[in-house]
């Protein structure tokens, strides 16, 4: 059992940065971060949740969607057991809720995966961005 516990959401103005984290912690001894990919994931009210970015275990490679990247960083502390995803030059279509995932069998190869690889699953974190 892995939890996934969000912060650092709030509301911003256009062009504003958040950084959001993701505490990982498990229930199992010896619990290690770098067995599992993770990744974050947003949703708006009516639409399906799109994958923003992912990174992997211990070679730490990511993956983001579509033009993210030029905005978006994912990246890992795993002797914090947390990841961050930094946003900067927010726009309001970034408002949605975000949440941080986690997969045991998806390790951030190839993209940022469907909802579906992912087995674990945070509360959600709500980012507005508005003037």
């Known amino acids: 059992q892995v939890q996934l516990v969000e912060s650092g959401g709030g509301s911003v103005q256009p062009g504003g940065s958040l950084r959001l984290s993701c505490k990982v912690s498990?229930?199992?001894?010896?619990?290690?971060?770098?067995?599992?990919?993770i990744g974050w994931f947003r949703q708006v009210p009516g639409k399906e949740r799109e994958g923003v970015a992912c990174i992997g275990g211990s070679l730490s490679s990511s993956n983001y969607a579509g033009s993210l990247a030029d905005r978006f960083t994912i990246s890992r502390d795993n002797a914090k057991d947390t990841v961050y995803l930094q946003m900067n030059s927010l726009k309001p279509e970034d408002t949605a809720v975000y949440y941080c995932v986690a997969s045991s069998r998806f390790y951030c190869s190839g993209g940022v995966g469907a909802t579906s690889v992912y087995d674990y699953w945070g509360q959600g974190t709500q980012v507005t961005v508005s003037s």
């Open positions: 498990g229930r199992a001894p010896g619990f290690i971060l770098d067995y599992y990919g």
